[in-house]
């Protein structure tokens, strides 16, 4: 197991601040400040931003103009990534936190940092990291220990952050990541340096005057975890495919919901370029509110354009090592301060938690309770004969994989399957905004769907009809074809009996298909299963109807 500390905490209302700073607002606390600092990273938006609208023109000419660079310069791309975790309570007190709460609600004086209160590490924030760092094939440290890194921010209320510095949890790893195959597909390994435990700080959200900002604690001491990859990507491409899969395998772990828009997954990309054959790294550049997996591929292309400019100008000394923000309404990256040394956090160990051991035991029993991962999970599904693309759609949520998993293991072919899937389940799902779980189709029942139309119990457009009142209603299909007497015309004699009534219904175009416009042959089709309901089997229906037209001359 891991060993820790454990103390025993009870907490007491207490104001949130001097009550010559409290402002109250819909019946919530807010903490104000005057402040003139209205860009910063933990900045709220009000408004979203505007959608942007790229044509095919635009998209080609950036490409050519990124492959132009490419030819002249390299580029070097590392990420950090923020897992916000999915446990119950903060990590070191027992505050709950739930996204969009009303704010200062999930407070108490240990993640507010007042003099006397001690934190207590919650074991399950351990456990989760541990599993990711085995997830993302790490070397594990079995004596590690928390640090302080000393900043002042108004959102920090302690003055320094509880987090990992020189012995954090895991190190020396790696993930596997699958290019789209509409970007020429491949397969890549990225390295991964670290993954270490931290608490979160709070939010500012400003107002809209810029005069004041308010302080939300609720998110302060929430449990992270960073992960910080080896300068591997050299593209735009490559970065937001690496993003996406840590998002995935998270949720595959269950350890974090991934959600980008919740800040629950936050990403901040290093880059810098460097002719190329040379092997001496160029200046860096962090760019923050990256808030989508668009925006990470769209601000590193950007900055790659934007740093080999300067260098073509002669002006490479203007690449300065800073952070950068990206603005979506502009599509372009713009200084906001330059970036802090190692030297001004001023890391010491923390005084008042001990240190985190593992032991084997609890490690094996960790590794042993690990889902099958997205890696593994794709290259199972390539082994079954599925395509690439097919691959990816099935793979990439956990839950539709878990279905399509389900639906195969009752038996169903396997690219019947996929193909239902990713086709009119898919469909559905997207119109009617909705997830795998929330439609009422069960994976049995697709299964048994499946069986019915390569058995010829049902057409393939009756089987349509049942999956759309399956996913919509519920029900078996069994119970459907019984209740609206689905079950499809096999019987030769009477498909014979309905084509006869079709031929002598419409003579002139009976005539007109012996004459040599065999496209009728279509409409006599139509006009059958007008008259059997969609019940006529397709099959035969064709070997019958052309056997009869061609009949006679």
Partial sequence: MASFLFRTIQSHSFLLCPTTLLRRNNGAFYCSMKSTHT?????????PPPKIKSSPQGNQAKTRTLDRISKEYEAIIG???????????????????NYGSQPNTSVCPICMGLPGALPVVNSKVVEFAVKLGLALNCKLSFNSKFDRKQYFYPDLPKGYQISQFDIPIATGGYLDVDLPVEFGG????????????EEDAGKLLHADDGEYSQVDLNRAGVPLLEIVSEPDMRTGLEAAEYAAELQRLVRYLGVSNGNMQEGSLRCDVNVSIRPVGQSKFGTKVEIKNLNSFSSINRAIDFEIARQALLYSQGKADQIVQE????????????????????ADYRYFPEPDLPEVILNKEY???????LPELPEMKRRRYEEMGLSMQDVLFLANDINVARFFDATIGKGADVKLAAN???????????????????IKLSAAELAELIASIKGATISGKIGKEILFELMAKGGTVKGIIKEKDLVQIVDPSEIEKMVDKVFSENPKQLEQYRGGKTKLQ????????????GKANPGLLNKILLEKLNAKS
Avoid at 186 to 197: K, L, N, S
Avoid at 323 to 342: C, Y
Avoid at 420 to 438: H, P, Q, R, S, V
Wanted: some cysteine; proline content about 1%.
């Fill in 420 to 438: 239902w899937i990713m086709g009119d389940i898919a469909a559905y799902m997207k119109n009617e905004k909705l997830t795998i779980n929330e």
């Fill in 39 to 47: 860009q910063t990273t933990t900045q709220e938006k009000q408004q």
């Fill in 323 to 342: 952070t950068r923000l990206w603005e979506e309404g502009s599509q372009k990256t713009v200084t906001m301060r330059k970036k802090e040394g190692l």
């Fill in 363 to 369: 490690v094996d029993s960790i590794q042993s309770s």
């Fill in 186 to 197: 491949g397969h890549r390994r990225f390295g991964i340096t670290r993954v270490h435990m």
């Fill in 522 to 533: 279509g409409f006599f089709a139509g006009q059958v299963m007008k008259i059997s309901k």
């Fill in 79 to 97: 990420i950090e990534t923020h897992v916000q975790l999915s446990t119950l309570t903060k990590a070191f007190c027992t505050c709950p936190y």
